[in-house]
């Protein structure tokens, strides 16, 4: 197998392709993975996804993570569940419609009083009125899962990672070129491109491809000094994942508005903390192209105001603020993009903002299709 990618869905395939007893190729155009699976909150995030495949995707790449953090302790892997503490009514209404779905159990959802969030994570020292509680939320480690897989992988005599290489040219059935002009031919070859979706990409799938790409920012903090024990959301999440959706979410639409940071940059709070301590947080939704090669700071003051209203104390010291960029699929039912675009090649892209939380469980799919 040629796997093109090093991201978490490209790593996951060659995972998939390894534990079926082939051998692999995979190949990264940088030295190491540099986008959207290292610019992330590393959450493995069930508590937002829409019903139906994508839960059921969900699920099943979260129990994945699981066996899979087990074998790579690197991983960083923590079933530490989430918090959404809810600051108003209207919220609240949203978060009792959520508990109510059929799928509840499934995800974990448990509404609780402030005083029973606060013996989950003693760290929300601030003002709500009630938190929506996931307990099958999870989380890893970004900046380092890549190479914690890899590095597992290595142990194979049937592994073998190419970094600073480009796929040019598919040359035949199964068979590409790398920009060294080397020929890689195998059984299948799977390009995990990511959010690179021009060059060979638009050349094989073509100008309609539906994918676009998405632009968000994001912060870390010096360590916070005590324990997060969950990972933390607010009520704008609400407006913004599938699973909340309902009459009571479009009251709250209606009757309660985005601060005008929040709405002018499509904006909802997502907070975890990483093994130094430190906090990631986020993020903001850019959809328009070309994207600004600068980062904005309304959102920045925008998230540490919320992120202090609910730790009751101030924000550590910023210590990073960046960028980045992911694919998403422009058909909201489908969870991945996955085509056939030659003899033996296929494209897989578009998970969105569910990457590395589904990524497992897209790699198994994919390897199940196609008979590995």
Request: hydrophobic share 40%; aromatic share 6%; net charge negative.
């Amino acid at each position: 197998m040629t796997i093109v990618g090093g991201g978490v869905v490209g790593t996951m395939h060659a995972w998939q392709a390894i534990q079926r007893g082939h051998e692999v190729v995979q190949i990264e155009r940088e030295t190491e993975a540099r986008g959207a699976s290292l610019r992330n909150f590393g959450q493995i995030w069930v508590s937002g996804r829409a019903g139906g495949e994508e839960l059921d995707t969900a699920l099943r790449a979260r129990e994945m993570w699981e066996e899979i953090g087990a074998k790579v302790p690197a991983l960083g892997f923590r079933a530490i569940g989430s918090l959404t503490p809810i600051r108003t009514e209207l919220e609240l209404a949203v978060a009792e419609a959520a508990v109510a779905r059929e799928d509840a159990a499934a995800r974990g959802y448990r509404l609780l009083t402030p005083a029973e969030a606060r013996a989950v994570n003693p760290a929300l020292r601030g003002e709500f009125i009630a938190a929506l509680h996931c307990a099958r939320d999870a989380a890893v480690e970004p900046r380092t899962a890549q190479r914690a897989l890899r590095a597992e992988l290595e142990k194979s005599p049937n592994y073998r990672f190419l970094g600073g290489r480009e796929v040019r040219e598919v040359t035949g059935t199964a068979t590409v070129r790398d920009d060294h002009g080397d020929i890689h031919s195998g059984d299948a070859v799977v390009l995990c491109t990511g959010a690179w979706l021009g060059g060979l990409v638009r050349e094989l799938a073509g100008p309609d491809l539906p994918v676009r790409r998405v632009r968000l920012q994001m912060m870390q903090t010096d360590p916070l000094g005590e324990p997060l024990t969950t990972s933390v959301a607010d009520g704008d999440s609400f407006r913004y994942y599938p699973a909340y959706k309902s009459a009571a979410l479009d009251e709250l639409n209606a009757r309660q508005p985005q601060a005008k940071t929040a709405a002018e940059n499509r904006m909802q709070l997502l907070m975890v903390q990483r093994a130094d301590g430190g906090l990631t947080i986020g993020d903001t939704h850019e959809y328009e192209h070309p994207f600004a090669f600068d980062t904005l700071e309304d959102p920045y003051d925008h998230l540490t105001q919320v992120v202090e209203s609910f730790l009751g104390r101030p924000l550590p010291k910023i210590r990073r603020r960046w960028a980045g960029v992911y694919a998403q699929c422009t058909d909201s039912s489908r969870v991945v993009h996955r085509q056939q675009v030659r003899d033996g090649v296929w494209l897989v892209t578009g998970p969105g903002g569910r990457g590395m939380t589904c990524s497992p469980a897209i790699a198994e799919t994919t390897a199940n299709e196609l008979g590995w």
